[in-house]
């Protein structure tokens, strides 16, 4: 079992900043592809950021030259840094990690989600 633990959510005035932070723990061999998420009620979830294992990164358009993702493979933890938020950025973030556990299955696990709010 593999376990994901958000943090750093919160509310934020526009132009302001967070950084959220994903730690992995469980039966991991190997963590491939990291990312965050995001869902605002009514809609579905859409695609922030991800980082490979390699560090190569994706962004969604809406966020590029904004946000960062990056990852600590040692600590199996991957960061957002998210600077000039906006209050389009208000949404509930989810992690989530490709993850092989000890007994060769992979699997995309996903976090309980952050909420951050950005107030104009």
């Known amino acids: 079992q593999v376990q994901l633990v958000e943090s750093g959510g919160g509310l934020v005035q526009a132009g302001g900043s967070l950084r959220l932070s994903c730690a992995a723990s469980?039966?991991?061999?190997?963590?491939?592809?990291m990312g965050w998420y995001r869902q605002v009620p009514g809609n579905q979830r859409e695609l922030v950021a991800a980082?490979?294992?390699?560090?190569?990164?994706n962004y969604a358009d809406s966020v590029k030259g904004r946000f960062t993702i990056s990852r600590d493979n040692a600590q199996n933890t991957v960061y957002l840094q998210m600077n000039s938020l906006k209050p389009e950025d208000t949404a509930v973030y989810y992690c989530?990690?490709?993850?092989?556990?000890?007994?060769?299955?992979?699997?995309?696990?996903w976090g309980q989600g952050t909420q951050v709010t950005v107030s104009s």
């Open positions: 980082i490979t294992s390699g560090g190569g990164t």
């Open positions: 989530t990690a490709m993850v092989t556990t000890f007994i060769k299955i992979t699997y995309d696990y």
């Open positions: 469980g039966s991991i061999l190997t963590i491939h592809q």
